[in-house]
Nanobody
Framework: QVQLTESGGGLVQAGGSLRLACAASGRTYAMGWFRQAPGKEREGVSCISINNGDTTYADSVKGRFTISRDNAKNTVYLQMNSLKPEDTAVYYC???????????????????WGQGTQVTVSL
């Protein structure tokens, strides 16, 4: 059983930046970030593979968010710039069942989930 602990969420004004971190207690594979806004389905935001660092992004965050990882620390990061009110959500990190990210954002493709961290972007 691997535990994931997210940190770095908070309140920021539109146009601002936040950096989320997710620390894993054990071995990981590809890792992803998801988010869930009130009344909406959880959606995939970004993913990073473990072997070659390949990354994928949802269209809504391309060019604004950057995912990275430190394998030595079992930690993945999400740098979020140019934040918009529509980015407001609880952000979750998760470990994918495979080394690579693939093309699917299906939650079934991920085995472990963190508890989430709130990101609120105000006007």
């Amino acid at each position: 059983q691997v535990q994931l602990t997210e940190s770095g969420g908070g309140l920021v004004q539109a146009g601002g930046s936040l950096r989320l971190a997710c620390a894993a207690s054990g071995r990981t594979y590809a890792m992803g970030w998801f988010r869930q806004a009130p009344g909406k389905e959880r959606e995939g935001v970004s993913c990073i593979s473990i072997n070659n660092g390949d990354t994928t992004y949802a269209d809504s965050v391309k060019g604004r968010f950057t995912i990275s990882r430190d394998n030595a620390k079992n930690t993945v990061y999400l740098q979020m710039n140019s934040l918009k009110p529509e980015d407001t959500a609880v952000y979750y990190c998760a470990i994918r069942r495979t080394w690579a990210c693939g093309s699917s954002w299906s939650r079934a493709a991920y085995s472990y989930w963190g508890q989430g961290t709130q990101v609120t972007v105000s006007l």
